[in-house]
């Protein structure tokens, strides 16, 4: 259930391992597309084997679920506006293959979760189903692949599975033993739920800790990218790098789901995401100041390069990206200004007119480092201009 960039892969890789799979989706042109071997997804080497297990019959999409003997929920957890986890997805999903689980199924929740909801499903289930009490397997089984390496680490990461009881744990297991080469850790549902989470979350705390040393540095007079270095010298020190901020559907989304539950208990967790939102408010402002500093010394209005709207380096995923709401925040402070967005890794946005990463760099009066793309450090540091790079393209 969920042919996005989790879904889909998931089920071309079980086909290729021989495993007869239904893909559902209920965007219909998802659908076509994944029907007629085009992947809707970007993922380097995916489309090759989309089309081989589209043509051997293996895999075939559909937009309502088809009968089978194990299911996968693969479908979206935003949180809605207050920071609340969002399982509506799971839930209607799970409503819609509940009339053909029978006896015997396996029912597994990939999507990130908050905790708890693998039993709330279970719940739902039985209220609807009595009869399957006891004589089904569910479990929880969260995705930690990193897109653009997906083929890989689909197959060879390790797995964390829970279920709600050990049957379910065994079962599920036994499942993705058929195409998972990484070691599988049995556990709890809960447990398996709270791990997901907890690794974005254990990610975010520690870029907060980074970015909170480059605000300190900032003020001190010290430059973060080598005290970071000198630092990580120690021999049981280990610094992560500062940025403008933190970004993805993953990172900057999953911690709130812990927080948002246990709000008195979560206070690093809470805190790191103030201070990662709070870094991106802090580049916008350095870059108006800039711009108003230049504009009262040179009396005209500054031409500004933004460098980068990715929410990090080399990827075209502009999702929760920090340096998408800096450019934003410059752009409306100064009326649309002259200020030129560059993203070299794509070709055209809705919302922003795209200048070439080269011209914007040698025609700026303020260069803005947002994104450390690798496109960025081939060009020579201009020392005739002023440079604000949050991401460490030069270090300086
Ligand atoms: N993308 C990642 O790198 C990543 C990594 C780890 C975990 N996750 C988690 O995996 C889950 C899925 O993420 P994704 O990136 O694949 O999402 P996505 O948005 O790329 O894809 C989700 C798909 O589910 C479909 N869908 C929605 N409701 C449906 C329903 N009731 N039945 C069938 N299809 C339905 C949507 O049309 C969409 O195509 C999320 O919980 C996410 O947090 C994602």
């Known amino acids: 259930m969920g042919l996005g960039y989790i879904g889909l892969p998931t089920a071309i890789i079980a086909a290729k391992h021989g495993i007869e799979v239904?893909?559902?989706?209920?965007?219909?042109?998802?659908?076509?597309?994944?029907?007629?071997?085009?992947?809707?997804?970007?993922?380097?080497?995916?489309?090759?084997?989309l089309q081989e297990v589209v043509t051997s019959g293996s895999f075939k999409a559909?937009?309502?679920p088809q009968e089978a003997d194990a299911y996968f929920m693969v479908v979206p957890t935003p949180f809605k506006g207050d920071h609340e986890p969002d399982i509506s997805f799971v839930e209607s999903a799970t409503r819609m293959v509940l009339p053909l689980l029978k006896k015997g199924d396996l029912y597994v929740i990939e999507s990130t979760s908050?905790?708890?909801?693998?039993?709330?499903?279970?719940?739902?289930?039985?209220?609807?189903?009595?009869?399957?009490?006891?004589?089904?397997?569910?479990?929880?089984?969260?995705e930690r692949v990193l897109p653009g390496n997906i083929i890989y680490e689909l197959v060879n990461n390790d797995r964390v599975i829970g279920g709600i009881d050990e049957a379910s744990t065994a079962k599920a297991k036994e499942f993705y033993a058929q195409f998972v080469k990484g070691q599988l850790h049995a556990t709890n549902s809960r447990t398996a739920e709270m791990c997901k989470l907890t690794e974005n979350a254990s990610r975010d705390v520690q870029i907060a800790f980074?970015?909170?040393?480059?605000?300190?540095?900032?003020?001190?007079?010290?430059?973060?990218?080598?005290?970071?270095?000198?630092?990580?010298?120690?021999?049981?020190?280990?610094?992560?790098?500062?940025?403008?901020g933190v970004g993805?559907?993953?990172?900057?989304v999953d911690p709130y789901f812990i927080s948002s539950a246990y709000p008195a208990e979560s206070r690093i967790i809470s805190e790191a995401r103030n201070i990662n939102n709070y870094k991106a408010e802090w580049c916008a402002e350095k870059v108006r100041t800039a711009m108003l500093e230049f504009e009262l010394k040179n009396h005209r209005a500054p031409a500004v390069a933004m460098m980068g709207l990715a929410f990090k380096p080399n990827i075209d995923d502009l999702r929760e990206s920090p340096a998408k709401s800096i450019a934003?925040?410059?752009?409306?402070?100064?009326?649309?200004?002259?200020?030129?967005?560059?993203?070299?890794?794509?070709?055209?946005?809705n919302v922003f007119k795209l200048t070439n990463y080269k011209t914007a760099y040698e025609t700026a009066d303020i260069v803005v480092y947002l994104v450390n793309h690798r496109e960025f450090a081939t060009l020579n540091y201009r020392s005739d201009v002023q440079v604000l790079d949050f991401c460490g393209v030069f270090k300086k």
């Not at 559902?24 to 998802?30: A, F, K, L, P, Y």
């Not at 605000?215 to 630092?231: H, P, T, Y």
């Not at 993805?248 to 900057?252: L, M, Q, R, V």
């Not at 934003?328 to 649309?336: A, D, T």
């Open 328 to 349: 934003s925040r410059v752009l409306q402070s100064c009326n649309n200004g002259n200020v030129m967005v560059v993203e070299p890794n794509i070709k055209e946005h």
């Open 210 to 244: 980074a970015n909170e040393l480059s605000l300190i540095c900032d003020k001190a007079g010290i430059n973060v990218w080598e005290l970071i270095q000198l630092a990580n010298k120690h021999p049981r020190v280990n610094i992560l790098q500062p940025g403008c």
């Open 62 to 64: 559909y937009t309502c």
């Open 114 to 142: 908050p905790v708890g909801t693998t039993e709330k499903m279970a719940e739902l289930i039985f209220a609807e189903r009595p009869e399957l009490k006891g004589n089904i397997y569910i479990a929880y089984c969260p």
């Open 248 to 252: 993805g559907h993953c990172i900057a």
């Open 22 to 49: 239904v893909g559902v989706d209920i965007n219909q042109s998802v659908v076509d597309k994944t029907n007629s071997g085009n992947l809707h997804i970007v993922e380097e080497g995916l489309e090759a084997l």
